[in-house]
């Protein structure tokens, strides 16, 4: 595996977004290792952040074989940015994540996130209803 600490990255080597049409919002996503379909890592970010400080993982873990999927949660980046403090509750942004994994046809998934990114998809994707096999890991 390549030592990504002593790789240097070029911001034009980042994916170049698609916005998703999903629960009433449009979502920004980034995705890599569109030959990995079948095999999906959700990688979620912090607050306050964007997707972006998940550049040195998304090629290496395309590279491992995974589809990689970064989103920007309503009111980052070029997502949507809701007026009504309800739409950022944790239904709502947890449907949003739910909403693009259903888009893929996704029920088998790994989440890794940072800071809030995993706190809400750990507790608001309903694991218990075999909607979803999940593995959700922290860093």
Same mark, same amino acid.
């Given at each position: 595996?390549t ?6 990255f ?7 977004p ?13 995705? /890599?290792? +569109?030959?990995?379909? %079948?095999?999906?890592? *959700?990688?979620?970010? #912090? ?18 074989g ?29 449907g949003?994540?739910? /909403?693009? +994994?259903?888009?893929? %046809?996704?029920?088998? *998934?790994?989440?890794? #996130? ?26």
């Amino acid at each position: 595996m390549t030592n990504v600490t002593n790789t240097k990255f070029n911001p034009t080597d980042f994916p170049k977004p698609t916005l998703f049409s999903v629960t009433g919002v449009e979502l920004e996503v980034f995705e /890599a290792g +569109l030959e990995n379909l %079948g095999n999906p890592i *959700v990688l979620c970010h #912090g607050f306050p952040e964007h997707a972006f400080p998940w550049r040195y993982q998304v090629p290496t873990l395309a590279a491992a074989g995974y589809h990689v999927i970064v989103q920007n949660q309503s009111r980052y980046g070029n997502s949507s940015r809701p007026s009504e403090v309800i739409d950022y509750d944790i239904e709502h942004l947890t449907g949003d994540r739910a /909403a693009i +994994l259903d888009h893929y %046809g996704y029920k088998d *998934v790994t989440f890794v #996130g940072h800071d809030w990114g995993i706190r809400f998809t750990s507790s608001g994707l309903d694991f218990s209803s075999l909607r979803y096999r999940c593995s959700v890991e922290s860093v």
